[in-house]
């Protein structure tokens, strides 16, 4: 019964299937002369056939003016969802059929299976139906069943067309058994079972090695981020005991500007006491003494002799002064005594917390990580260009960055300024008022390149990705973000920072860039016949770079040229 009944399925399959996709109905359409397709099968169909208005049925070539409308056959998509649910899913893999990215059986008539197995010694894939009797056949039980391959063909022999069972020790290759006659006579030859022992001998040994290595990082993973952790709690507690530090410190001045404070209007209070009484006592002796003067210059006024001299002795003589003849002022001289001491122990903290701090800088940026591999030693530079072609990169520029000036061509690889700007869409990346771009590709560890320049000249730079989009402070060479060569009408200027340096050296239109980023090192070269050494830069790089040219006048060119 489950024989028929797969049998069955099978029956359905091809029943309710589309003859051009080869798969079960989709969405299906019945044209007029009856016969049913997925609707976007035919409809390519007859876009990639129509000849003058005529269409036609795939199967009986039957022609249809106009073309039909198509619409979906509700009745027919029914009866594909009911097969899917009683059959096709039942057993997906008995009833697959192959694709193009799967193994198909050789043994399939019409429309074929996938393979489950492919048979070494018959060289031949099987879906399961015709796998069987590899199962039930005697000498077929010998037979070596592997994996579904594409590549059985490569088994064979080309020159004897036979299949490869021995290998060949001497030319480390897989032959058969007639190629010892033949080409390999009296090399040193070997059953491939025994070569296969022999490799997965070693191929075990290197997976034990492989697996050491990978148990003896994680080990060093995990003390990492131990370490990190380590870091992390160290870094956090000392924060916090900073912050109660330095807040007991803020507290502690807070309270000594208090204290000198309260001091100050206290003694302000005291001597503006003794300041006001002295002042009071003053007035008060203004006021005796002007009352003296008004008796005086009454008597003064007297005209009869004798009068005068009679009331002359009745007037009160001049009391003594109880105070000194002059008082002494210091002016602006009350508090400065103060405000010299306030100073006098700012500038002696702010010397103790810069000193201190360089120690606290010093401490804090010194975190020693040390790992088990010392690192390798750093490779010479390269001498020749044939040296320099060894660490050649394939360079592509980014038109999210370009300037809409900017034309580029060449696979991305060449620039051209132009007089109108370009359809590019709007990007956070894109330069805005400089003619440049960067590249594609980050550059790290060893690269070169080299680029070809046509016209009035360019700069040939590298800068860090964050480098300014706008202004003239975004410009290559005119910031600490990137370092350019100017080449422009036969001279030559390196730039860095807003700092210039002027190069004399024999020009070309071609400019090799030299980029040992791990070391620090960075080289522009004349290339000619020769290269010649333009300048060259040791520094640190503290992010990937990335390579990019500024391009002059209008119709000027430069190119990222092919050197591999």
Excluded at 94 to 115: I, M, N, P, Q, T
Excluded at 187 to 196: G, I, L, M
């Amino acid at each position: 019964m489950e024989e028929i009944a797969k049998k069955m399925v099978k029956l359905d399959l091809e029943s309710f299937s589309c003859s051009i996709c080869l798969d079960v109905l989709k969405e299906p359409v019945t044209i007029p002369c009856g016969h049913s397709y997925c609707m976007n099968c035919i409809k390519g169909y007859w876009n990639g056939k129509n000849k003058k208005g005529i269409h036609s049925c795939p199967q009986c070539m039957n022609t249809f003016t106009p073309r039909p409308i198509l619409e979906k056959s509700t009745m027919l998509a029914d009866l594909v969802e009911q097969l899917k649910k009683t059959g096709l899913q039942a057993a997906p893999a008995d009833h697959c059929y192959a694709g193009a990215e799967d193994v198909a059986c050789d043994f399939c008539s019409g429309r074929k299976l996938k393979a489950i197995k492919s048979c070494l010694f018959c060289l031949a894939s099987y879906c399961e139906e015709h796998l069987q009797p590899h199962y039930d056949v005697a000498p077929f039980r010998k037979h070596k069943l592997v994996e579904p391959s594409k590549k059985l063909q490569e088994n064979i022999c080309s020159v004897h067309d036979e299949v490869m069972k021995m290998f060949c020790r001497t030319d480390q290759k897989s032959i058969c058994y007639l190629c010892p006659v033949d080409e390999h006579k009296g090399h040193d030859t070997v059953s491939a079972a025994a070569e296969r022992t022999e490799r997965q001998r070693e191929l075990e040994g290197s997976r034990q090695q492989i697996q050491q290595r990978i148990q003896d990082r994680e080990k060093d993973v995990k003390l990492l981020q131990q370490e990190v952790e380590a870091i992390n709690q160290s870094a956090d507690k000392t924060v916090e005991d900073s912050q109660k530090i330095f807040t007991e410190l803020i507290r502690l001045i807070q309270k000594r500007s208090s204290d000198v404070k309260q001091q100050i209007r206290s003694q302000q209070e005291a001597e503006g006491s003794r300041v006001k009484e002295l002042q009071e006592k003053l007035e008060q002796e203004i006021t005796e003494l002007k009352r003296k003067d008004a008796e005086l210059k009454q008597l003064s006024h007297t005209e009869d002799h004798s009068q005068f001299l009679h009331n002359y002795p009745s007037v009160s003589a001049l009391s003594e002064s109880t105070h000194s003849p002059s008082i002494n002022i210091r002016p602006l001289r009350h508090f400065e005594d103060v405000t010299a001491a306030v100073s006098e122990l700012r500038d002696k903290l702010q010397d103790i917390l810069r000193e201190e701090w360089k120690n606290t800088s010093l401490t804090v940026t010194v975190v020693d990580v040390l790992l088990s591999e010392p690192e390798p030693e750093p490779e010479p530079e390269p001498k020749s260009r044939a040296d320099f072609l060894k660490y050649s990169c394939e360079i592509t520029l980014d038109p999210n960055t370009a300037n809409t000036y900017l034309l580029l061509s060449e696979g991305n690889r060449k620039v051209t300024l132009m007089t109108q700007p370009q359809s590019y869409s709007s990007h956070p990346d894109r330069f805005r008022d400089r003619f440049q771009v960067l590249s594609r590709e980050s550059l790290t560890g060893r690269c070169y390149w080299e680029v070809e320049m046509r016209g009035g000249g360019a700069d040939v730079a590298v800068a860090y990705k964050n480098i300014s989009r706008a202004g003239d402070e975004g410009g290559f060479g005119f910031n600490d973000k990137s370092w350019a060569l100017d080449c422009y009408q036969n001279s030559c200027e390196f730039w860095f920072n807003n700092m210039k340096t002027s190069i004399s050296g024999p020009q070309s239109s071609r400019v090799g860039v030299y980029l040992d980023h791990r070391a620090g090192v960075l080289s522009f070269y004349s290339v000619s016949e020769t290269m010649t050494l333009l300048h060259r830069v040791q520094t640190t790089f503290t992010q990937p770079l990335y390579a990019g040219v500024y391009v002059y006048d209008t119709g000027d060119t430069a190119e990222f040229c092919e050197v591999n």
